[in-house]
């Protein structure tokens, strides 16, 4: 019984392969096999992406008691900052 089942599969099929035309382009083997190179390359360089950025160690400095305060009031302690926090004119 096996042997009407797949003869009577490649009858039917028989007729798609005629109506399949012959001068069409299709990307085939060689067409997998590159898109198979392409998602195995990109899956290495996301591996060792994550391996990369595993190693960084990122930590903020700590704020200082002075620096801290003069930053969250808006004043700032550099040159050309005045009282009120205004710049004062240049002398000389």
């Known amino acids: 019984m096996p042997d009407m089942s797949a003869s009577l599969a490649l009858t039917h099929l028989v007729p798609l392969a005629k109506e399949v035309d012959e001068n069409k382009v299709t990307p085939g083997v060689l067409g997998f096999i590159v898109f198979a190179a392409l998602a195995l390359a990109v899956w290495g360089l996301m591996k060792s992406m994550n391996r990369h950025m595993g190693k ?37």
Do not use: I, L, Q, Y
């Open 56 to 92: 960084v160690t990122f930590e903020e400095d700590p704020e200082r008691p002075g620096k801290g305060a003069a930053a969250a009031s808006g004043k700032g302690s550099g040159p050309g900052s005045g009282p009120g926090g205004k710049a004062s004119p240049a002398k000389g």
